[in-house]
T-cell receptor, first 113, second 113 residues
Framework: AQSVTQLDSHVSVSEGTPVLLRCNYS??????LFWYVQHPNKGLQLLLK??????LVKGINGFEAEFKKSETSFHLTKPSAHMSDAAEYFC???????????FGKGTRLHILP | NAGVTQTPKFRILKIGQSMTLQCTQD?????MYWYRQDPGMGLKLIYY???????DKGEVPNGYNVSRSTTEDFPLRLELAAPSQTSVYFC????????????FGPGTRLTVT
């Protein structure tokens, strides 16, 4: 069975400092992995995706994530946080024999001025 | 392309009333989904469809019904609304098997009092 764990429900960083949002997954097969962002009162928007090509994936708004098979992790990073990055972020795993898509519970990112 | 559209944006229902949440996509996607999002709980899958005429239950289907008569439309029906159905509802779609990136609508915020 597949699962995904977002290790922090809330993360606070100061504007201009690095962002790290952690995601671990479990999958019996080669997974597809995604990060989505949800700004307040909005729908979910795809930030980036890993689908078995390059292990370092670049997304929109300066975000990137690295697929580490040995650590079963897909952490999301950004070198310098901006106030507009304040949002909820969801890590998603999919691509299994049963075609399921599994969402993490989300990490709320707070940006301090 | 408008992508995935949902109506209404907001709705207040009295206990026991019924309503239909509309979802339409113009991307010719085969797969469509309904999720509900409760604060701090991530997204929970209510129903999904892999094509016109085919629907299946997700994690939390009780109290809801769906139909899929066309590729474009995937309405969600609430019968006998209950306070536990107060939530934000998101519709999503994706092309089909092997492509797991989902496209989300803007959501419908439903309050049952």
């Amino acid at each position: 069975a597949q699962s995904v764990t977002q290790l922090d429900s809330h993360v606070s960083v100061s504007e201009g400092t690095p962002v790290l949002l952690r995601c671990n997954y479990s999958s019996s097969y080669s997974p597809s992995l995604f990060w989505y962002v949800q700004h307040p009162n909005k729908g979910l928007q795809l930030l980036l995706k890993y689908t078995s090509a390059a292990t370092l994936v670049k997304g929109i708004n300066g975000f990137e994530a690295e697929f580490k098979k040995s650590e079963t992790s897909f952490h999301l990073t950004k070198p310098s946080a901006h106030m507009s990055d304040a949002a909820e972020y969801f890590c998603v795993v999919s691509g299994t024999r049963d075609d399921k898509i599994i969402f993490g519970k989300g990490t709320r990112l707070h940006i301090l001025p | 392309n408008a992508g995935v559209t949902q109506t209404p944006k907001f709705r207040i229902l009295k206990i026991g009333q019924s309503m239909t949440l509309q979802c339409t996509q113009d991307m010719n996607h085969n797969y469509m989904y309904w999720y509900r999002q409760d604060p701090g709980m991530g997204l929970k899958l209510i129903y999904y469809s892999v094509g016109a005429g085919i629907t299946d239950k997700g994690e939390v289907p009780n109290g809801y019904n769906v139909s899929r008569s066309t590729t474009e439309d995937f309405p969600l029906r609430l019968e006998l609304a209950a306070p536990s159905q107060t939530s934000v509802y998101f519709c999503a779609s994706r092309p089909g098997t092997g492509t797991y990136e989902q496209y989300f609508g803007p959501g419908t915020r439903l309050t049952v009092t």
